[in-house]
């Protein structure tokens, strides 16, 4: 690429060059001034102009302009408020003017403090206002979803909420309604804003009209503390910033980092916080009594129970892993384990590869893809929700978006992918090998010589090869199945809630459980050590580019964490541990990352590594993927594959916040227009599902789906069968409510 | 599928950019609905792909779209700079009085709704007043009687 | 520099002081009024409808230099309103063993509903006794604040709507 041509421009007396088409509130940024803006913000697209806050003065034009409109042109002169008095007139009558109708209820909103609506007046705007009469008043809040509240009085239109709802999200619920003074942001009807990225829109409302239900009235910006952290519920890891009060979360807001996730964050990053705090969370170490019920027990007892435990399995032990552990956690159970007592046999929740480290690039690269093939029958934002803002970033810049049911690609996209400089391979789905089947994929597609070209694998859960490293750099011995288990360790909630870890404890003698929940430990476990949140840990996660990224403890757990006792009860079996997470990382850094690196080298924004040389797997089984039901014959109503997917708001931590129960998927059957209409099914209908069981489900017609399939959320799909028959309910009376029939 | 549907289809398929059929989309739902119910809207948004929040965001910025169910007969007064000059405000008021609504109201019986609208284009005949969306010229508040008189016998 | 009339002049204001009227006054029997803008122990006020000026905003604990103003907001609602808008501080407390009165916080209210009082006889025999919470610090409603003084000012005392 030759570099961009400069040009040179003044402003307010300073001579600034900048690349030519540079925005000019960008430009002046870099002479070091401020052009104040409200509804300007590039990640939204190109600029609106709306607010007119940024006005300036442009030499030969006698009108003063939007700033934010502008881009720097050679030997432009610019005056901003700072020198132009005219520019300085009119921004002091924007403010004006915006604050005619808006309430000043700063004491009361949650955005006071932190409201730029607020700082820009105080530092552009009319001391006094010259408004005498009534403001006009609107009923407020207006809750246009569970987690968000609309407070039509304070908004200024500045129309970011709606952009960010039309061209990031592209999701098209939340629009301005009526036109002129009569605008206001709505949604239709009453229906709420039903959105896997709705609450990106609170915080970039310059004023105070949409806010967050959940921290509505919980804090004011000065009684607060921000911990730069990451979240922990997606293999993406988005930066956050966890809002503390009194030593409490009170909100998740997003932190941006440009490789990562752009500042934006799902909802479930967002609102799920309050599990902390859930009802059924376990403040101490439980021991099974009699055959039914929990007694609490001490710490001290608590640990001699689980020394009782260990070495009463005499090595036959095997630890079910769920992936959302920290590597130091991982590695402490690991060290504990396998050094302390020889037992070497893990479940990981999932397959993992290194071998996409050959084709590394941060996830931004996808934004600006000629072509992203996404592999796979899982959707992309049920696994990794920002991955999906990517790919829709790449399509409005113009690249195509290829969805294959699995790794067959024709000819033509063969050679388009070899030919493309910026390439982009995506595997959402099961059977991926941790990433190894795609880099192979990739690597005969000659992504190896290109920078611009990447793969990447969307593991299903956060940690998974975090974990997985650093279970196998504990030790160096081979694992063996002990039959039969005598005890099985079942490490944090996800793994307390997989079927395949409960059936597994079925098989077991003892099962020691490390959870959160009591519903997740009860029945099944006879001894529970409380476990802490991701909020609570310190440790690191490695994310879907392999990038170690660096969690803060954001509140003091109110139990101790993880590796604070593992590194007790590892003493006892004359192994040592540190109870303190960098230095475990130090420790591990060496053996898995390759010579010395501690957390200040992870930072706050954690860095990519480079790429890594390709190495061919190892040639191992690969389970080889269902092959697509043929789409049945016209007049004939056959069997439709059961595609159970896991949906985003889905898991023990979603289960337990009221706020995100209207996000979670109904309980519904999707069908392709096709299937649907040879059926005589309309959407809405109350429908059959059958296979060895039977579920009625409310049919939803989508046509984006391929024929074939039946598209039903693992919550309501049960025990069906692999294919089932899918017929409209032959009594219309039947409720469409998941009941067995 | 709604013929609805397919007309929708047919029309944006005329459009390099399909979201362009939006206006016209509108306007068969509306004239198959009558006015832009919400479940009018739904369909609209279904036949081009939108969502119906973005079809109710474009509907009700024109004044053409109704969200509320209309009468038989539909009066829409100017009430935009010109013809506000030379007394569409006392014409508006006239209607009122004869029809017994506020603008935005439908009589009681169904019959009459009257509305106030931006420009019509009539600017030099003003006070313009639509009636079924044929225009009257020059309206003096004395015509009125006779306007609802003859809109009433037509009914 | 020593004359020899030191003493007996010193002793001369002596004698002379024994038949004038002490000053001493005997606190705690007599408590001697203080000034009209003597700022001791805080007052919550409270509107003449009986609802709480303060609305929870937590500005006196931000201008509070000794940080000892606490502030728990919550949401009014229809069955419990408790200020007018739509919160109101749940928990409001004063740790009086820290407090420096210097009436910051009563600059910083928006709402004139902390005021710094006249009292100052606050001494507890234990330090969790001088945590003061809203029960301890709600006063009467005073008709001596102009505004509210219908006769004198058409101020209307805010009612607002349910729905907010």
Known sequence: MSAPENVTLTIDGRVVEVPKGTGLVETAAVAGIEIPVFCYEPRLGPPVGACRMCLVEVEGIPKLQAGCTLTAQEGMVVGTGATSEKAAEGQNATLEFILVNHPLDCPVCDKGGECPLQDLTFRYGPGQTRMTFPKRTLDKPIPISPTIALDRERCILCYRCTRFSESVAEDGQLVARNRGSMSMIATFEDEPYRDLFSGNVIELCPVGALTSTQYRFEARPWEIQNVPTICGLCPVGCNISATTREGKVKRILSRNHPEVDQGWLCDKGRFAYPHLYAEDRIATPLERVRRRGFGEISWDDGLDRAEALLRGAGGRIVTALSGSETIEEAYALGRLLRVGLGAHSAVLPEATSSALDAFRAPLSSIGHAEVVVVIGEERVADRAPIVGLWIKQARRNGGDVVELAEPKLDAELEQRLRSSDRAVLIWSGRAGGGGARLAELAHSLGFDGKPGCSAFHLPATPNGRGVAEAWAAAADRDEANPEPIGLLIVSGDEAAADPAVRALAEKAEHVLAITMYHGLAVGWADLVLPATSYLERDGSFVNLEGRVQRLRRSVIPPVPDELGWISKLAARFGVEISPHASLVFAELAETVYGGEASFGDVGERAPLPARAAYEPPEPRPVAPIPPPAAAPAEHFLGTLRLLRYRPLFSGPTVERVPELRFQRPAAEVELAAADAERRQIRNGDSVTVRSESILTLRARIDRRLPPGVARIAEEHARDLGTTVEVSRSSNPFTSAGGERA | ?155 | MSSGWGTPKGFAVTFRQIFRKPITQQYPEYKRPVYPRFRGRHRLQVHENGLEKCVGCSLCAAACPADCIRVVPAENTAENRVSAGERYARIYEINLSRCIFCGYCELACPFDAITLGNEYEISEYSRDDLIYTKDMLLAPPMKTVPVADRDLYDTPIPVYRSSS
């Open chain 2, 1 to 155: 599928m709604s013929t609805l549907y397919e007309e929708i289809r047919e029309l944006m398929a005329v459009y390099p950019e399909p979201r362009s059929a939006t206006l016209p989309a509108l306007r068969l739902a509306q004239e198959k609905h009558g006015w832009l119910s919400p479940e009018a809207l739904r369909e609209a948004a279904e036949g081009l792909g939108e969502t119906p929040a973005y079809c109710m965001a474009v509907a009700s910025f024109y004044d053409m779209f109704h969200l509320a169910p209309v009468g038989r007969h539909l009066v829409e007064v100017c009430t935009n700079v010109s013809c506000a000059l030379v007394g569409a405000q006392q014409v508006l008021e006239a209607f009122e009085r004869e029809l017994g609504v506020r603008p935005g109201e439908t009589t009681a019986d169904g019959e009459v709704t009257l509305r106030t609208v931006e420009c019509l284009g009539g600017c030099g005949w003003a006070t313009i007043v639509a009636l079924d969306h044929r225009y009257r010229t020059h309206v003096q508040p004395a015509d009125v009687g006779a306007i609802v008189e003859e809109l009433r016998a037509d009914g």
